[in-house]
C-alpha cells in the first residue's frame, strides 16, 4: 500500500496546533505525518486562543483542563487590539448585557442614553468586567457564568504539549527539513510568509496573522479542521483545494474588515464592501449584517465599532416595547449584577 | 419634532393584501411593533380573493408562531394542521426511487467524519439499507408516528425538528384573529389609485373602490401575483429564473382524505415537472406543478384528478407564475412580501419561509423615518441571497437527475446551471464533501439527503472512513438503525398525538 505523507512546518506552536489536530484526525493507515520545526517562536508574551479553542481540544481528544496548568494557561474574555489614533480596544468575546426579546442590549442602552445619562456601554460587559479584574476566576467557575473564554498559553509550553500530543499519535516531530521530507505529498507551511492562504498543487500554505491577539491561533486551527473537513487523496482533491482557498480567503477579507475598521482614519470612508456595511447599518439603526465566514462575533465587532467613534442614529424600534421606567431599572440592575459577579468572583 | 420631521417620521404601515403574506406580516408588526405605537392597517378583497394555496411548511414557521405569542394546539386545530417531518420525493432520481428530506440528522459524524461517508463506503451491503434509514424523522415519518423533539442534546430525540401543514384558507384568517386582537385595523375594499409624492416617487396613499383614501408612511404590496405597489405602481423589475425552474402553472385540487394521517408531504416527479400530496385533518390538498413549454394544462389536469387518492372535493384551480424574484424586494417606502415579491416554486415549501424571512428583515430594520437608504440596501441584500441560495437549492432537485424519459427531464438533466451550484455538485460528487455556508435556508444535511436521494453518489469516500475495521462499522450502522427504529416504534401514532392534545379541528 503507498502512503500519503504530509510534511507540516513552521514555528513549534505554529506546527503543534496543525500537527495535533492532523494526528487525530486525518492520520491513520496509509497516511504519514511529519513536523518540521523550522523556525523559532520569537514572539513576545502569551499565546492567545480564541473561544473555539475549547471545541477545537475537545475534538482531538486533548481537553484543555489537561494543558491549562502545565502551559500556564489563563483565561482570556477579550482580546486587546490596537487602533488608528494609538490606542486600544478590547474585543469582548460575549454580548453586552443579555438580549430581550430578540432585541440585543446595546438597541435598549442607546434608547436609555437618551433618557438619562448612563454609564458607558462597556460597563455593561460581564466579559469585560473579568478580563480588566484582578484575579481571574478559575476554569470551573467560568465554565459557569454566561461569557465565552479564550486561554492565554505559555507560547513554548503549549507548542510543545502539542507536538508531544501530535508524537503520541503517530506524527513524527523533526527539528529543520531535509531535501527528502520536501518531497512530501503535501507540505503545509504554518508561518506567515506567504500573502495569502492557498491551497495547491503539493503546497498548502496558512499565512497566519497575527496582529490580533488570537487571530494567528484562529488561523492555523481552522486551517487544520478545515483541512481534515475535506480530507480527499492527496492527488486527486482538485475541488477540495479550491473549496478549502475559497474558505480561508472569505475568512482573511473578513479579518481585513476588521483590520481596516481599527485602523482607518475615518470608518465610514473605507472602500471594503463588507465593511462599509457593517459601518453604515450600525451608523443607521445599530444592527451590525453579517457575512458569512465570519471571524470575529458581533460583540466584538460592536467593541471596535464603538471604538472607533461611529454609533448609531437611532435605536431599534423594537427596544421601545419597554416602558422608560422598567427600562431604566432592568440597566440598573445589570449593572448591579455584573458588578457583584465580578465581586464574587473576585472573592472565590 | 418640526412639522416636516414629523411627516417623515414612520409611524403607519399599510398592508395591502390578506392573504398568508399580508396577515402574518400584520401579525408580525402588531405583536411586535404594535405597543410602540405603530399603526398598522390591512386592505384586502374579497372579491379577488387570496391564491388559496400554500399548506405546508419548514420548521422556522414555529419559531415565528412562538415569537408572536400563536399557542400551538390552538393553531394546530384552527387551520386543521397536522404535523410534518420531511419531504417524501418520489421518482425524481429514477422512476420508481423514493427518498424523504426530513427535517433532521442522518446518524451521527465519528471522529470528525460526516456519517453520510460511512454509509457510502458500504451501501448495497446487505442489511446496510437507504441513507434516510438512519434519519429518526424518516422513519418515524413512515410509521405514520410523531412526537416533539427533546432538548437534550445527548438523546436521538433530539436529532429533528417538525414543520406544520394545513389548510391555506384557515391559516389567513387564523393569523387575522390574532393580529386584530393586537391592534391590525382591517379594510375591506379594492385599491384602484396609488397617489405617489411627485418629488420622492414615495407611496403616500391608496384610493379604495368605494373612494376611501388611506394614507401611510410604509407600505407593504402583500398583494400575490398581483404586485400592486411594487410592480405596478413603482416597476421594480423583476429577475426571471425560469432559465432554470420552468415550472410555470400549477393545478390545484383537494380531495377526501384516505388511509392514515402522514406526518409528510409527498412531491411525487411526473412528466415534465411534479405534484404534491399534503394530508391535512380534513382532506389532503394535492397539485401538479408543471411547465406550460412541455405539458398542457389538460394532460396536467388528467395526471392530477387520475392519481388522487380520495374523492375529488372542489373543481380544479389553475394558476400561473414565473419563477424569480423582484429586483428591488424593498423600493422607496414599499416592501415587497410574498407572492408580489417572488416565487420559486412550490418544491421544497420555500415561499412562506421566504415570507417570514421578509417580515423578520424588516422588523429588524425597521426605519424611524423616509431617510432609510442604508437599511433598504440592506434589507435587498439580505433578502437576494435567501432567494438565490433557495433558488440553487431548487434547481438542484431537477438537475440531479437519471431521468431521461420525456423532453422535460433530458432539458432539466443537461441545462447549465448557475456557477455556485454546479461549484458544489463538484466538490460533493468528488469525495462527499459538502460546501457549507453561514446565511442561508438548506444545510449541510439537507443537501446530503436530495445528492443521495438522487442517486449524486460521491465516487468515492473520505479516506480517513478505511481508518476502521469493516465489521466495527458494520456492527455500529446496525446498532444506530436498531437504535433510531425503536425510538421512532415508541413515538405516538400521528393522529392520536393531534387527538390527545387537543389539536384536532372541532367538526363543522
Ligand atoms: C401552486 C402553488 C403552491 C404553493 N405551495 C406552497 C407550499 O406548499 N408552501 C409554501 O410555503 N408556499 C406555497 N406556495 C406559496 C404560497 O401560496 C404563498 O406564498 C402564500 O399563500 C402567500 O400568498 P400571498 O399572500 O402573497 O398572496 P395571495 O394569497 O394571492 O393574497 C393576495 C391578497 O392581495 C389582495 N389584493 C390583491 N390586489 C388587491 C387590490 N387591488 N386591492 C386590495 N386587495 C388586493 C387579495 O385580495 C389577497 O387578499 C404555493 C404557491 C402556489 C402558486
Known sequence: MSVERILVYGSPVQVGIVGAYLSSRWLGPGRALELATTVEDNAAGPFVTRPSVHRFHGEMGLPIDQLFAPCRGSPVLAAAAQTADGGSVQLPFSAFGVQRGGVEFHQYWLRASRLSEQADLTDFSLSLALQNAAHKPPLAQLAQLPVEFGIAFDRAAYGNALLSFAKAGGASVVEGVNEQERDADLAIQCSPDASAPKWQGQELSIAPESDIPGLEWHHLSSAARRFANLAAPLSDCAPEQAEWTRLAVAENERVADMRELLSIDDPLKSSRPALQRKVEVFAACGRIPTEDYEVFTPPEWLAALWARGVSPRRSDRMAERLPDAQLLDWLDQLRGQIASLTRQVQAA | ?508
Open chain 2, 1 to 508: 419634532m418640526g412639522a416636516n420631521e414629523g411627516k417623515q417620521a414612520i409611524n403607519r404601515v399599510v398592508v395591502v393584501g390578506g392573504g398568508t403574506a399580508g396577515w402574518m406580516t400584520a401579525a408580525g408588526l402588531a405583536s411586535m411593533l404594535g405597543p410602540t405605537g405603530l399603526e398598522i392597517t390591512l386592505i384586502e378583497s374579497e372579491a379577488i380573493g387570496v391564491v388559496g394555496v400554500g399548506e405546508a411548511t419548514l420548521p422556522h414557521i414555529k419559531n415565528f408562531n412562538d415569537t408572536i405569542g400563536v399557542n400551538e394546539a390552538e393553531f394546530m386545530a384552527a387551520t386543521s394542521a397536522t404535523f410534518k417531518l420531511g419531504i417524501e420525493f418520489v421518482n425524481w432520481g429514477r422512476k420508481g426511487d423514493s427518498y424523504i428530506h426530513p427535517f433532521g440528522e442522518f446518524g451521527l459524524p465519528n471522529a470528525g467524519v460526516a456519517f453520510h461517508q460511512y454509509w457510502r463506503k458500504f451501501a448495497g451491503q446487505p442489511g446496510v439499507g437507504a441513507l434516510d434509514e438512519y434519519s429518526l424523522p424518516v422513519i418515524a415519518s413512515r410509521l405514520g408516528k410523531f412526537q416533539p423533539p427533546d432538548d437534550d442534546p445527548r438523546s436521538v430525540m433530539s436529532t429533528y425538528r417538525y414543520a406544520y401543514q394545513f389548510d391555506a384558507l384557515q391559516y389567513a384568517p387564523f393569523m387575522r384573529s390574532h393580529a386584530e386582537a393586537r391592534g391590525v385595523t382591517r379594510m375591506e375594499g379594492k385599491v384602484v389609485d396609488v397617489a405617489l409624492e411627485p418629488e420622492s416617487g414615495r407611496v403616500t396613499a391608496l384610493t379604495m373602490d368605494d373612494g376611501r383614501v388611506i394614507e401611510g408612511d410604509l407600505f407593504v404590496d402583500c398583494t400575490g401575483f398581483f404586485g400592486l405597489l411594487i410592480e405596478k405602481t413603482l416597476s421594480a423589475g423583476y429577475d426571471d429564473w425560469s432559465e432554470w425552474l420552468p415550472a410555470d402553472r400549477a393545478v390545484a385540487v383537494p380531495c377526501e382524505s384516505a388511509g392514515p394521517l402522514l406526518p409528510y408531504t409527498r412531491a411525487t416527479a411526473r412528466e415534465a415537472g411534479w405534484s404534491w400530496r399534503i394530508p391535512l385533518q380534513h382532506r389532503t390538498g394535492n397539485g401538479h406543478v408543471y411547465s406550460s413549454q412541455f405539458l398542457s394544462d389538460d394532460a396536467a389536469c388528467d395526471t392530477l384528478l387520475g392519481g388522487l387518492e380520495g374523492e375529488r372535493l372542489a373543481d380544479p384551480r389553475f394558476l400561473r407564475f414565473v419563477t424569480g424574484k423582484r429586483r428591488k424586494l424593498w423600493s422607496r417606502n414599499v416592501v415587497a412580501i410574498g407572492l408580489s415579491g417572488g416565487f420559486l416554486e412550490p418544491l421544497e415549501s420555500t415561499s412562506i419561509y421566504l415570507i417570514q424571512e421578509g417580515i423578520t428583515k424588516l422588523l429588524e430594520l425597521f426605519p424611524a423615518d423616509q431617510h432609510c437608504d442604508v437599511e433598504v440596501a440592506e434589507y435587498n441584500r439580505w433578502m437576494d441571497l435567501q432567494f438565490e441560495r433557495v433558488r440553487d437549492f431548487l434547481i438542484m432537485h431537477y438537475h440531479a437527475t437519471e431521468r431521461d424519459d420525456s423532453d422535460f427531464w433530458n432539458h432539466m438533466r443537461t441545462m447549465t446551471v448557475p456557477d455556485s451550484l454546479a461549484e458544489r455538485l463538484e466538490l460533493f460528487t468528488a469525495h462527499g464533501h459538502v460546501s457549507a455556508y453561514d446565511h442561508g435556508l438548506f444545510l449541510v444535511p439537507s443537501w446530503v439527503a436530495v445528492l443521495i436521494g438522487q442517486r449524486v453518489l460521491p465516487s468515492s469516500v473520505d479516506a480517513r472512513v478505511s481508518g476502521q475495521a469493516d465489521a466495527e462499522v458494520l456492527r455500529h450502522l446496525a446498532g444506530l438503525k436498531g437504535h433510531m427504529e425503536k425510538a421512532a416504534g415508541s413515538m405516538e401514532d400521528h393522529a392520536a398525538y393531534l387527538a390527545r392534545n387537543n389539536m384536532m379541528r372541532a367538526a363543522a
